[in-house]
């Protein structure tokens, strides 16, 4: 039935637009978490080594700083001067013993020297064993920032088809609605799959 002091008309009018804003929120959901997964998992390729020096492989080592776990990106300066070089240059030079122990403590797999200021890192070749090694566990990162996508999908696709049942929108909307989602997770596995050949490159590049 019309609301009160509106036509007919005017209530129709009025479910459109209710209809539209709850599938453009649901998108916008669904938008959201999707490009969490695809951030989740290029942060987690920066920290993948390659043969080249990268300040993103040391930027989340976790330092024992006076009792508190601290990432280095908060206690240094990280550069890469040279393709196979990582400098840390620790913001108090009273913590370079404990920067050191976390370096060998972290899967990094590196050894650091200091000169009292400035830790340095060499970051060796890798063998082609460890390249193909790398490559499957970027595959496999990358298998998982996918299925996270796919769920945020059947979440959303699932809330959609509540709104129908409810009759809080329209067959016709559903179905828009699941074509807009359609292409909001085509767009995200196809970043999620620029970034896996992307970060592929750059490990098999010798």
Same mark, same amino acid.
């Given at each position: 039935s019309a609301t009160p002091f509106s036509t007919p008309n005017q209530d129709k009018h009025w479910r459109t637009d209710w209809s539209r804003r709850m599938i453009k929120d649901a998108?916008? @959901?669904?938008?959201?978490?999707?490009?969490?997964?695809?951030?989740? $998992?290029?942060?987690?390729l920066a920290a993948v080594r390659t043969g080249r020096a990268s300040p993103a492989l040391a930027e989340k080592v976790l330092v024992d700083y006076y009792g508190n776990p601290t990432p280095l990106?908060?206690?240094?300066?990280?550069?890469?001067?040279? =393709?196979?070089?990582?400098?840390?240059? =620790?913001?108090?030079?009273?913590s370079i013993k404990e920067i050191e122990r976390a370096i060998l403590s972290s899967d990094l797999g590196l050894t650091p020297s200091n000169d009292g200021k $400035?830790?340095?890192?060499?970051?060796p070749p890798l063998n082609e064993?460890?390249? #193909?090694? $790398?490559?499957?566990?970027?595959?496999?990162?990358?298998?998982?920032?996918?299925?996270?996508?796919?769920?945020?999908?059947?979440?959303? #696709?699932?809330?959609?088809? /509540?709104? @129908? *049942?409810?009759?809080?929108?329209?067959?016709?909307?559903?179905?828009?609605? /699941?074509? *807009?989602? *359609?292409?909001?997770?085509?767009?995200?596995?196809? *970043?999620?799959?620029k970034t896996n050949e992307r970060k592929e490159s750059e490990v098999l590049e010798v």
């Open positions: 998108l916008a @959901e669904a938008e959201s978490r999707m490009a969490g997964a695809v951030r989740a $998992l290029e942060e987690d990106i908060q206690l240094a300066t990280i550069s890469a001067p040279e =393709p196979r070089l990582l400098t840390i240059r =620790p913001f108090d030079p009273g $400035l830790i340095r890192l060499s970051i064993e460890r390249r #193909h090694e $790398l490559v499957k566990l970027v595959r496999a990162r990358a298998e998982e920032a996918r299925v996270a996508v796919r769920n945020v999908r059947r979440d959303v #696709h699932s809330d959609l088809r /509540e709104f @129908e *049942q409810e009759k809080v929108i329209s067959k016709d909307d559903l179905r828009r609605g /699941e074509e *807009q989602l *359609q292409k909001v997770t085509d767009g995200y596995i196809d *970043q999620i799959s």
